[in-house]
C-alpha cells in the first residue's frame, strides 16, 4: 500500500508542501523521500531542533545560497515563511510532510509542542556569511538581488 | 555550548556509535551532522519508520551496497547489528546518537516505544535487488565476499 510523492505550490514562489511517499505495513508505517527527485537537492547537513520552550521562536533568518527542507519528526510546530511580500503560515503534520525553502526565503518556527522535534536538511555545510539574520538586511538584499516583490514589514 | 561529534567503534567491524554534534541554546536545543564528514556518507534517501507495534521488528536484512546510519528522533528502540560472528545491540538515545551501518551488516530494529520515530539516511535509491533478506542468503554472501569471521546463527 503506497501512497505516493505530491508537491503543492504555495503562496510563497518557490516555497512547496511536500507529501512524503507513505508505506503501510503491518509492522510499522514508513515515510520515504529520495534526495535531488523528491527533495529539491542533495543534502549536506541535517539537524534536529527540540525541547524547544513554546513561547520561544527558532529559525527567523534566511539564506543567501543554502536550500533547507523541514519535517516536523514528532509533536507539532508552525512554519512561516516570507518573501518580503507574501507570507505562508504551515502546521506540519509529523512524519508526513515537508516544506522545501529555497534561498531569499525568510523561515522562522514557533509554537513547539512539548516533545516536538524538527528535523531540517540544508544543501550546505555551516557557514556563518550564509545567513541573512536581520529582516533589515533580508528586505535590502532580496531586493538587490531582483526582488521586485519586496516590501517593508 | 557544543558538544563535538564524537565516535566509537563497536563490536562489529565497520559498525561506528556516533554522539553527534550538540549546540545548547536558550531557545531549544540542535544537535547536527555533516554528510560525508561527521556521517560517513552523502545519503540519497531518508525514511522515518513509526506506528511500529511493540511486538513487532523491523529492518532484519543486510545491504549489498548501501550504507545506512540510524537516528532515533522520540521515543526508544533496540537496534542490533551482526555481521554473522560478532553481533552488538544499541539502545540508542533520542536526537543525539546515531548508528552507522555499512554494507554486508545485518540490522534490525525492535522495542519501539510508543511514539517512537527512527530515521534512517541511506547513501543509495531504492533497490529492491540491494537487500539481502534471508540471513541464510547472507551468511552466505559474506563468506563468499570474503569473510572469515561468518559462521552460522
Redesign the interface.
Known amino acids: 500500500l503506497i501512497k505516493p510523492h505530491a508537491v503543492k505550490k504555495t503562496r510563497v514562489p518557490g516555497v512547496t508542501l511536500h507529501r512524503l511517499r507513505r508505506v503501510h505495513d503491518?509492522?510499522?508505517?514508513?515515510?520515504?523521500?529520495?534526495?535531488?527527485?523528491d527533495i529539491p537537492f542533495?543534502?549536506?547537513?541535517?539537524?534536529?531542533?527540540?525541547?524547544?520552550?513554546n513561547a520561544?521562536?527558532?529559525g527567523e533568518h534566511a539564506h543567501k545560497r543554502c536550500h533547507q527542507f523541514l519535517?516536523c519528526?514528532?509533536?507539532s510546530l508552525s512554519v512561516q515563511v516570507k518573501d518580503g511580500a507574501r507570507s505562508q503560515i504551515f502546521h506540519l503534520k509529523?512524519?508526513t510532510e515537508g516544506v522545501y525553502v529555497p534561498p531569499k526565503v525568510w523561515c522562522s518556527q514557533y509554537n513547539?509542542r512539548p516533545?516536538t522535534?524538527l528535523?531540517v536538511?540544508a544543501s550546505a555545510?555551516?557557514e556563518a556569511s550564509d545567513y541573512i539574520r536581520s529582516y533589515e538586511d533580508f528586505v535590502r538584499f532580496t531586493a538587490r538581488s531582483g526582488g521586485t516583490r519586496v516590501k517593508k514589514r
Chains 1, 2 share one sequence.
Do not use: I
Open positions: 503491518p509492522r510499522g508505517n514508513l515515510c520515504v523521500g529520495e534526495f535531488a527527485k542533495l543534502p549536506r547537513r541535517f539537524f534536529m531542533v527540540f525541547d524547544v520552550p520561544k521562536h527558532r519535517v519528526m514528532a509533536g509529523p512524519q513547539f516533545g522535534v528535523l536538511f555545510f555551516y
